[in-house]
């Protein structure tokens, strides 16, 4: 029998959510028991949270709650959530895949920050028991935090690619506030092109998932063009 491993977290953003993913590395199909993980932003931000959202399926083998309100320390604010499970995945009719990432957990936002989930000496500390924590079938099965931050922004023209660096997969998205004309290009270090997008009288918010992983790794580039100006971001694919 293989011996149940570890769970992972990790951040993105996605299209105005802050958006909390679990990524088990075995496949598991029991009770997962308890989680408890931290968000960290700083106070000088004008980034304000909405109401907590959870896909079906984890709203009903993990439900997760805000652990007491926003706690101020130095220039952060830190919000904890927990979230404790008594039904198996399985009597659900689900099941976990190793290596494939679940999101537990949505948050929609506003404004500009850098958030993280947090592994700090704040959340470190015995009065707060704030350091991510998971298990499974009552076991401790914590991992790793494989993407720790994330830039908010409603800024239009700033371009967020997550992760970044990346294994080939990844995400990039960026705001147009007045309709226009775009071209979206990615080209390898060759200046060979690998993806191009054009779309007439654009507006609002574009988004693309990527996945390079049939390509050599290596230096890309995300080159967005509009209205006769260029941008261009680089991409790192390990």
């Excluded at 029991?30 to 004008?46: A, D, H, I, Y």
């Excluded at 949270?49 to 009903?60: C, I, N, R, V, Y």
């Excluded at 039904?87 to 506003?110: D, N, V």
């Excluded at 959340?123 to 924590?133: F, H, I, M, R, S």
Aim: net charge negative; proline share 4%.
């Amino acid at each position: 029998m293989v011996a149940q491993g570890t769970v992972d977290i990790g951040l993105k953003e996605n299209d105005g959510h802050l958006d909390v993913m679990v990524r088990p590395t075995t496949d598991f199909d029991g009770v997962f028991s308890s989680v408890v993980f931290t968000l960290r932003w700083e106070r000088s931000s004008n980034v304000v949270f909405g109401d907590m959202e959870q896909p079906e399926g984890p709203a009903s083998y993990i439900p997760l709650m805000r652990s007491g309100p926003v706690h101020e320390n130095g220039p952060y604010n830190y919000q904890v959530y927990a979230g404790f499970g008594m039904e198996s995945l399985t009597s659900r009719g689900l099941s976990w895949e190793a290596g494939k990432e679940y999101t537990i957990m949505s948050l929609p936002f506003s404004g500009v920050a850098e958030v993280e989930l947090a592994d700090d000496a704040w959340t470190g500390e015995l009065l707060n028991n704030a350091d991510y924590y998971t298990s499974l079938g009552g076991k401790d099965r914590t991992g790793i935090i494989y993407q720790r931050s994330v830039s908010t922004t409603d800024i239009d023209g700033t371009v967020l690619i997550q992760p970044n660096p990346n294994n080939g997969l990844f995400t990039f998205s960026f705001v147009v506030a007045e309709a226009t004309d775009l071209q979206v290009d990615i080209v390898n270090a060759l200046g060979q092109n690998v993806f191009n997008d054009l779309l007439r009288g654009f507006e609002g918010t574009y988004r693309k998932e990527m996945d390079l992983t049939n390509m050599s790794n290596g230096i890309y580039y995300l080159k967005i063009t509009r209205e006769g100006s260029s941008s261009v971001h680089k991409i790192v694919y390990r």
